[in-house]
T-cell receptor, first 112, second 116 residues
């Protein structure tokens, strides 16, 4: 089983749609979780951290299910500018920084 | 702050040549990371430093790759000799130590390396 697995997509959705991405991770001791966004031919940038209680930032909602080792990202009212690749990221190192494990990403394309 | 700076942005070289990639992290950040991204393998951590000291180089593919961080504001990743399979985008990232396991990593724009 790969350390972090994501559906590569692409997800092609119309503007205004709600879209959800899922991610699973293999290391049950993983301590922290993130979603990064990467635009075409650009560097990854942090979209949001994922906390145990779930968290929301505007149109974006992240959820964590430790029992199932599963992370999700929900985008509501999608915009053209949301088109990007979304990387699920896991820190497997309990209590310390360092080695982040990146999924290969899920590509989203929002169409007018 | 200018963000993480990488140079060159693009590099085209021939097999067997030495390649040196450079990175200037964000001032005040204690951690520096080198990643490689390809379509097949995604984003992979090669090596990371804490306070200029290499902590984990288990991702460095082989002895042809080496990385140094002589001071807090500069790091290099060297490939000698380069091979076509080294073609990829190489990212440098830095982060502070203040956020614990939720520290954000800030990526540079990357160096797109093509080895012919």
């Amino acid at each position: 089983r790969k350390e972090v697995e994501q559906d590569p997509g692409p997800f092609n959705v119309p503007e205004g749609a709600t879209v959800a991405f899922n991610c699973t991770y293999s290391n049950s001791a993983s301590q922290s979780f993130f979603w990064y966004r990467q635009d075409c031919r650009k560097e990854p940038k942090l979209l949001m951290s994922v906390y145990s209680s779930g968290n929301e930032d505007g149109r974006f909602t992240a959820q964590l299910n430790r029992a199932s080792q599963y992370i999700s990202l929900l985008i509501r009212d999608s915009k053209l500018s949301d088109s990007a690749t979304y990387l699920c990221v896991v820190n497997p190192n309990g209590g310390s920084q360092g080695n982040l494990i990146f999924g290969k990403g899920t590509k989203l394309s929002v169409k007018p | 702050d200018a963000g993480v700076i990488q140079s060159p942005r693009h590099e085209v070289t021939e097999m067997g040549q030495e390649v040196t990639l450079r990175c200037k992290p964000i001032s005040g950040h204690d951690y520096l990371f080198w990643y490689r991204q390809t379509m097949m393998r995604g984003l992979e951590l090669l090596i990371y430093f804490n306070n200029n000291v290499p902590i984990d180089d288990s991702g460095m593919p082989e002895d042809r790759f080496s990385a140094k961080m002589p001071n807090a504001s500069f790091s290099t990743l060297k490939i000698q000799p380069s091979e076509p399979r080294d073609s990829a985008v190489y990212f440098c990232a830095s982060s502070p130590s203040t956020g614990g396991v939720y520290n954000e990593q800030f990526f540079g724009p990357g160096t797109r390396l093509t080895v012919l």
